[in-house]
């Protein structure tokens, strides 16, 4: 749960609180595509006199957690599974803050403009081109590190189809960053 000053109402020039509500948007599209509840990320906003709003927002989350249980039980992800995209999207953390900064930075008056933003089309199409993409070849990464793996065996431990795992090994084979293991078929860390 992350708690801020009010939109507009807070004593620091720098706004940060809208730069913290585009990226809680943003973690939690992530945390959704990598199949976790996007509702165990909160962000909300509130003034230092209202302690009674910070318990009852607090309250509430808690509630919400404990409803959902465990990271990733309720979510069907547990052990491996769930390490392994955890540890994907960890890796990713420099590369998805210049995103943000680079690619969504935007500047809207109201939560409610950036919940439409982070829910367009637009948004979607330019998410799966900087992000889904990149967890993916991060995942991949990962699980080569492990040891040599074919694309299907890929396909099986990520959910990915074949296809999608060898458009993704075609980027990190020009990168330089696998190689095929002699006459096996197998791919490994270059």
Request: aromatic share 6%.
């Amino acid at each position: 749960m992350i708690g801020g000053c009010r939109l507009h109402e807070c004593n620091y020039t720098t706004q940060g609180n809208f730069h913290a509500l585009n990226m809680a948007l943003l973690m939690r599209k992530i945390l959704g595509h990598i199949g976790l509840n996007p509702e165990r990320l909160k962000i909300d906003f509130m003034s230092g006199s209202e302690g009674n709003v910070y318990v009852d927002v607090v309250n509430e989350f808690t509630s919400k957690i404990k409803e959902l249980g465990p990271l990733g039980q309720s979510e069907g992800l547990v052990g491996k599974d769930l390490e392994l995209k955890l540890k994907a999207v960890t890796n990713l953390v420099p590369y998805i803050r210049l995103v943000l900064n680079e690619r969504l930075r935007v500047h809207f008056d109201t939560r409610e403009e950036y919940e439409d933003f982070y829910s367009s089309e637009g948004l979607n199409r330019l998410f799966g081109e900087l992000i889904i993409d990149k967890i993916a070849v991060s995942e991949i990464m990962l699980i080569l590190r492990e040891s040599p793996l074919t694309t299907g065996e890929m396909s099986k431990v990520l959910g990915l189809t074949p296809s999608e795992i060898s458009r993704h090994l075609n980027s990190t084979a020009r990168h330089g960053l696998v190689r095929f293991e002699d006459n096996k078929w197998r791919l490994a860390i270059a």
